[in-house]
Structures are given as C-alpha cells and as structure tokens.
T-cell receptor, first 115, second 113 residues
Framework: GAGVSQSPSNKVTEKGKDVELRCDPI?????LYWYRQSLGQGLEFLIY????????KSGLPSDRFSAERTGGSVSTLTIQRTQQEDSAVYLC?????????????FGPGTRLTVL | RKEVEQDPGPFNVPEGATVAFNCTYS??????FFWYRQDCRKEPKLLMS???SGNEDGRFTAQLNRASQYISLLIRDSKLSDSATYLC??????????????FGAGTRLAVHP
C-alpha cells in the first residue's frame, strides 16, 4: 500500500516569503508528526496531531510556524516570513495510533532552501 | 543535558567486524525504546524495538538497562549495506495518555571492504 507522501519534494524560496508543506499520511493512521532535520543533525520534533487536534505544539520554533490537519488526514505545515535558518528537511511521519509501541512511518521529506 | 545522547561517530569498521553503539536517555519515565536507521538523504526507518529482556533480530542485538538509562545496539558480521546512521529513540509520555518519540542525533557507521 501507499506510504506517507510529502509535497513538494524540494522547495527553494526567497527570505521573507511564506511556504506551505503538505503531508499525506498512511490511510487510517490517526497520529501524525512533523519533524525538522538540519544538515548532519538529528530530528527536531515540531508538532504532533492526534486526529485533527494537536496535543503537543511545543516544538514549533516560533510563531512563524503553524500546522493544521483536516479530516484527520492531510496536514499542512506553514512557515511565514521564511528565514535562512529555516532551511532544512521537513519530515512527516504517521502511526496507526499514538500507542507506546507503534512504529512511526516517515515520508521522504521536503527539502526547504531559503535564499 | 539532551534527552537522548549518542556518540555521533563515525565508526569506521571493516566488513565482518562487530560494532556496538550506545545511547543514554534522561527521562526515567520513558517506557518504549527503538533503534531507527537512516540512510544518507533518506527518511528514518524502524530497525527494531528494544525490550527489557533484550532482543535479537538476525545480526542485530538490542539491550536496555533501565537502572542506568542506557540502550545499546550490537551489529555482528557487518556488511557494506549496514553503512548508515543509527538513531536511538525513546518515548516521552504527554498528558492525556499520548506519547511522542524523542530522537537522538544518531551514530554514523561506515563499513568498508
């Protein structure tokens, strides 16, 4: 079956512009996660959705970052007034439920470059 | 202190070698532990869960020491295809019964002929 998909795969934007990143989780997965990975670094947790609600937004770096999930499925991560330090790979993952032992399945990521 | 700490490496080993990675975590309430593998410019994928009694999957053995808050991964008979970054992952319980995973920065392994 289809895995997690993300679009676009690559995004180059100018400093100050807004960007929207999209994640399509595996069908039926209720939990959805956004992470950021800078070059050579580990994964930085951004936000977690259970259904359409976000119990944990603690990882969002600033108020320029926001995310929503509609219909318990597709999620979009929006970055307003992008800065060069926002350049990274943005990874989305989903799992069947947020249970303790549930594997997170990752999408291929969106590589964001802010010029 | 980071919530999950790993030696970044790189570990450069010849084919056939045995190599071990360690990881420490700070949250004593963590209940679930995993090793993920991430190939260069690819997304992370689950390698194996780590159970209290220790568990083995082919050439891979994972161990957990709750008292020391320490997790290990042992790879025997290394293959060229094992070259990757290995991420140590622990859960963090949130209010409302939810959990999130905390990823270490990873240990890079390079297996050479």
């Amino acid at each position: 079956g289809a895995g997690v998909s993300q679009s676009p795969s690559n995004k180059v934007t100018e400093k100050g512009k807004d960007v929207e990143l999209r994640c399509d989780p595996i069908s039926g997965h209720t939990a959805l996660y956004w992470y950021r990975q800078s070059l050579g670094q580990g994964l930085e947790f951004l936000i977690y959705f259970q259904g359409n609600s976000a119990p944990d937004k603690s990882g969002l770096p600033s108020d320029r970052f926001s995310a929503e999930r509609t219909g318990g499925s597709v999620s979009t991560l929006t970055i307003q007034r992008t800065q060069q330090e926002d350049s990274a790979v943005y990874l989305c993952a989903s799992s069947p439920t947020p249970g303790l032992d549930n594997e997170q399945f990752f999408g291929p990521g969106t590589r964001l470059t802010v010029l | 202190r980071k919530e999950v700490e790993q030696d970044p490496g790189p570990f450069n080993v010849p084919e056939g070698a045995t190599v071990a990675f360690n990881c420490t975590y700070s949250n004593s309430a963590s209940q679930s532990f995993f090793w993920y593998r991430q190939d260069c410019r690819k997304e992370p994928k689950l390698l194996m869960s780590v159970y209290s009694s220790g568990n083995e999957d082919g050439r891979f053995t994972a161990q957990l020491n709750r008292a020391s808050q320490y997790i290990s991964l042992l790879i025997r008979d290394s293959k060229l295809s094992d070259s990757a970054t290995y991420l140590c992952v622990v859960n963090m319980a949130l209010s409302g019964g939810y959990n999130k995973l905390i990823f270490g920065a990873g240990t890079r392994l390079a297996v050479h002929p």
